[in-house]
């Protein structure tokens, strides 16, 4: 992410070709759009698999006011 940190948490989801980085709270995401979210696109919560989003389990990274900060994934 750019730019100055707005929130106190935040969450993610990462993937390599031989690791993933995932966590217990869930989110649907559109998988074409790279993750990124619309909120004029948001499908009706009903049939979100059925219109092409994927579930998947995202960390929660609790920032506590910071005005930058760096997750490491290995």
């Known amino acids: 992410m750019k730019g100055d940190l707005n929130d106190d948490s935040y969450a993610?989801?990462?993937?390599?070709d031989d690791s993933t980085w995932e966590g217990e709270s869930d989110y649907y995401v559109d998988p074409v759009k790279a993750f990124t979210y619309d909120a004029n696109d948001q499908p009706v919560v009903n049939g979100l698999?059925?219109?092409?989003y994927e579930?998947?389990?995202f960390k929660l990274i609790e920032?506590?006011?910071?005005?930058?900060?760096?997750?490491?994934l290995q």
């Open 55 to 57: 579930i998947h389990g």
């Open 12 to 16: 993610y989801y990462a993937y390599s």
């Open 49 to 52: 698999e059925q219109q092409g």
């Open 63 to 72: 920032t506590q006011g910071a005005t930058s900060y760096v997750q490491q």
